[in-house]
Each structure stands twice: as C-alpha cells, then as structure tokens.
C-alpha cells in the first residue's frame, strides 16, 4: 500500500509517496518515490491511492519470496532517510547481524519463532536487554513496511502484536573513575600519548570518545577555561570522518576545564593550526574508534579497569550526581535532551529514598519568569 510523508520546502508543503516494485528481470525489490506539490493532502492521497491501483493491476508489488537480505538492499535507504549519524551507524550494525542470522530467511517465512529465535541468538552473542529491544524493534519495522507495501499479507499484523520485548532493568555499567584512567593512561602514554591525553578528556569531562576525537584548537578557550563541544566523529560509507554537529542538538554545550585538562591542552593548542585535529590519527585525519579501543583495552585489562571508553563518562556523571549536582545541570554537561533522560539512565545511583527524592525535585524544577512591572 503506498503511503504519504509530509515534508516541508521553502515554497510550502510537498508529500512524498513511497512502494515497491518488484523488478520483472532480477526479481528484486525496489523502492520507487513520488512528489506531490501543493498544500492539499486530499488530492495527494486520490493520487496516491490511483498510482497504487495501476501497480496492483500491473502486478509489480513482490510475493514474499525474496530473502531478508535482497529486501533490507532496498529497505535500508527508505528507512535510513533523515536519521542521525549515531543512528544511521547503528542500523547499520543492525543490518549485518540480521544478514548473518536471517539474510536467507524469505520474508514470508517470517513468523513468531523468527522473533524467539532472534533473542536466542542475541543471548548467546551476549547482548544486553536494551540491545535486543533494538533488533526486535527494527525487524517488527521490516515486517510492517513490507506489509504496507503488499510484499507481506496484513494477516501478519495479529502476530506482531504477540511479540513481546525483552525487559530491560536498568543496572550499573562498567565504570572507569579518575584514579583508574590516571592510571591507565600513564601506562598506554609510551605506545600512543594521544590515547592517553583522550582518556583523561574522557575522565574529566564525561564527553563522548567521538566529541573528543573531533575537538580542534578553536573549541579550547583557555583563557576562559572552558571546552565547546560543537562536532562529532562519526561512521559514513567513505570511512570515519567529522560532523559539524554533535549527536544531538543538546550535545551543543561548553564546559569547564580543570587544572589537570589545562595542562594535557596547552602543548596541543600552541602546536596545532586552529582548525585541525588535536587528536588525529597517525596518517592525519580522524581516529577510529576501533583503534583507540584495542589500545587501551589490553593495558586495562592488565590493570583490572573498566576497558570501554564510556567507562569514564559513566562515572563522571555518577559521581557528579552522588556529590549534589543538580540533575538539570549533570543533564546539560552530559549532553542530553532532557534530565529525564539522565535520571533514566543513571537510576542505579539512586541507591536510597533521600537521592530519589532530589531527583524527583529537580525534575520538577522550573526557573521563575521574572514578572515585568510597569513603571507608574
């Protein structure tokens, strides 16, 4: 069935119609648009609906037969259509896991044991409760989509509804505190002192490994003492390279620097032209995620610490939480859309009713609109 996204222009609205077609030669699935200018929705969905019935005639909607893996080909850049860079990367991600469990599964083979099967696979690869919410929510979205476009019957939508997800407790995650990574870093500065002067950024500032491998010397003030984060590192087709925008909007924030960042910044900012890289990769260009890891991560496990890199970002924005730090400013400096989101995923701090009760006033915590007043 072909359906209508709303989308704006600078000349008024405009509505965009996706399908599949089912190619008559290869026996692919396609993915066709349309455009409809104009303000009127109405006329829109007639047209929608007329294109829909000459398909249907034609025959060209698929018959299910078509491996999971032909279909995401085609699925994959409707889906990935205006998201993030985080979350282009983790569907992405996604994409591959499904391929290598499911890539010869026929679409229309899909049913409830799919989904069972599915959590069963993700458990033995030792993916976390959330992570496997992610999977059963991207495939329940293949499943729809290939309904809305006729590939599957809409019998399957009964089904959907009796997949249950996983349940998703929140817990502790690995944490790395300053001491450790201080540790840490000392002992990988030898084999790779960028790595080192990026964990005590991490350690001191709970800012994201990508936000850091992005920093040049325009976002260090050090006069100020004060860090912008206003980019980010992140995977595209071409390999990794640096977004002018963090993850999301709140990520756009300054901080405070330390005495202990003062000192890892200065040499770096007199030696490195404005706007390039204060942590780049060995041939020039931006550090890989991959890489940094592997570097830390054998030195780490020597020492008995954490290995991950949001190890540190998790314990700053524990600790700051434990010493009294309102949530609305731990939200603000960790780069979250809203404290809701910090309280959510920091709820193992909350290990008494006092700290649950300061979450919940900061929550509902409004700053006052100053009342004008109007001169007599």
């Known amino acids: 069935m072909a359906f209508l996204i709303k989308r704006l222009r600078k000349s008024g609205k405009c509505w965009k119609m996706h399908w599949g077609v089912k190619d008559q030669k290869t026996g692919k699935t396609k993915i066709k648009t349309k455009m409809f200018d104009g303000t009127d929705k109405k006329a829109a969905l007639l047209e929608a609906r007329r294109i829909e019935a000459e398909m249907s005639q034609a025959g060209d909607y698929g018959d299910g037969a078509q491996p999971l893996a032909a279909f995401l080909k ?28 499911f890539g010869d599964l026929p679409l229309n083979k899909i049913n409830a044991l799919t989904f069972v099967s599915l959590g069963r696979k993700a458990k033995e690869r030792g993916f976390q409760p959330y992570t496997i919410q992610l999977f059963t929510k991207i495939l329940k979205r293949i499943v729809r989509d290939a309904m809305a476009w006729d590939i599957l019957p809409p019998t399957l939508g009964p089904m959907l509804s009796t997949v249950k997800m996983v349940k998703n407790p929140r817990k502790q995650p690995p944490i790395r505190s300053i001491e450790e990574t201080e540790l840490l870093a000392s002992r990988v500065r030898a084999a790779n002192p960028t790595a080192a002067d990026m964990l005590l950024v991490a350690a001191f500032t709970g800012v994201r490994w990508g ?7 325009a976002d260090i003030d050090l006069d100020t003492k004060r860090l912008h984060i206003a980019k980010t590192v992140a995977y595209e087709k071409g390999g990794v390279t640096v977004q002018n925008a963090p993850k999301s909007k709140a990520g756009n924030r300054y901080l405070p620097l330390s005495e202990e960042l003062i000192r890892v910044f200065t040499p770096r900012v007199n030696t490195t032209a404005e706007h390039n890289l204060l942590f780049p990769a060995f041939r020039g260009g931006p550090l890989s995620h991959s890489v940094c890891s592997k570097v830390i991560s054998g030195p780490a496990e020597e020492l008995g610490v954490a290995t991950g890199w ?18 609305p400013a731990v939200s603000k400096m960790m780069g979250h859309s809203s404290p809701q989101i910090t309280a959510s995923l920091y709820s193992w701090v909350l290990d008494n009713f006092e700290a649950e009760a300061q979450v919940l006033d900061a ?7 100053p009342k004008l007043r109007v001169a007599k």
């Open 74 to 101: 085609v699925w994959m850049p409707y889906a990935s259509e205006g998201l993030s860079n985080s979350t282009l990367m983790q569907y992405a991600w996604q994409e591959r896991v499904l391929i290598e469990w």
């Open 211 to 217: 936000e850091i491998a992005a920093l040049t010397p």
């Open 310 to 327: 949001h190890a540190s970002r998790h314990y700053f924005a524990s600790h700051l939480l434990r010493n009294g730090v309102p949530l």
């Open 363 to 369: 929550l509902r915590y409004r700053v006052a609109k």
